[in-house]
């Protein structure tokens, strides 16, 4: 397949030598076309600004991303953002937040409006094309960003914890959504997210980032033919997808060692003894 995505050699520091950060260490990824990439990884370990280092708002310190074939050297029209935070304008209503991106590519006015009409509907918002932000619920209001980053149709898609706000039921529905309009979509995504059962629902392939300074840990293949958002269920309960669970949760240092496990159960066995002493 065509590399469409090429973190070469990729570090990050901040600070001076006397007091550096070092985020992180020579990552090297390479994402292909139309391929969903999900990355997880500890808090703070660096996966936003891997993120923000795709799409030109940070520099790396060393190496180089490429997108295209092309050195990334600032913001690209064919990249777009979504957001945990949804970041929507507050003065704007919701077709005017999702003619924003046309809005700043040049888009004629009667195209922007055609164009925004068309994503509000394909995400369940018509009707609620004049509201406002603060009228909407969160689910609704990340709808509104998804629109937004997909009217433009970027090549690539970057989403940095995109349902990380979100209760879980309206977390599973967005979910679900995003899998259904991605079917129809050639899109390359970047994914970021704390959830591993979500990272599997979603990716082609999935990422474990290690603690700062990050690396690599794993790179596993997730097979699981799409689409998947109309066999949810058949997908999550299945006996690789728990294999996925257990070795990202084992990579991620998230499994009880079995030194751990013993010193529990031998807790658990002599607590009874000793409450019948007393």
């Known amino acids: 397949m065509c590399k469409q995505i090429d973190i070469d050699s990729v570090s990050k520091t901040y600070g001076s030598e006397e007091d550096m950060l070092h985020v992180i260490d020579e990552i090297d990824i390479d994402v292909d076309a139309n391929e969903l990439v999900v990355i997880v990884g500890p808090s703070g370990c660096g996966k936003s600004t891997l993120l923000k280092m795709i799409d030109g708002l940070v520099t790396p310190t060393s190496g180089e991303v490429r997108i295209g074939g092309e050195t990334v050297t600032g913001s690209r029209s064919e990249v777009a953002m979504v957001f945990q935070d949804f970041n929507l304008l507050p003065w704007r209503t919701v077709r005017e937040n999702v003619e924003f ?3 700043v590519q040049g888009v004629d ?4 409006r055609e164009q925004a009409l068309e994503w509000i509907e394909k995400v369940g918002l018509d009707g609620f094309e004049d509201s406002y932000p603060h009228e909407l619920s969160g689910g609704m209001q990340q709808r509104v960003g998804l629109a937004r980053a997909l009217a433009i149709d970027p090549e690539v898609l970057l989403m940095d914890e995109p349902f990380g706000a979100l209760d879980a039921q309206t977390k599973d529905q967005m979910q679900t959504e995003l899998l259904r309009l991605l079917a129809n979509e050639n899109k390359t995504v970047v994914f970021i997210t704390h959830d591993i059962r979500e990272a599997i629902l979603i990716a082609d392939r999935v990422l ?4 700062k300074p990050a690396t690599i840990l794993a790179d596993l293949d997730i097979d699981s033919e799409r689409p998947r958002w109309n066999r949810r269920t058949e997908i999550e309960t299945s006996e690789p997808f728990e ?6 949760r084992k990579e991620l240092g998230l499994m009880p060692t079995d030194a751990a496990a013993g010193e529990t159960g031998a807790t658990a066995e002599t607590e009874p003894t000793q409450q019948s002493a007393e």
């Open 101 to 103: 991106g046309l809005e």
């Open 109 to 112: 006015d009667e195209a922007q």
């Open 208 to 211: 474990v980032m290690s603690t």
């Open 243 to 248: 294999e996925y669970e257990t070795r990202i």
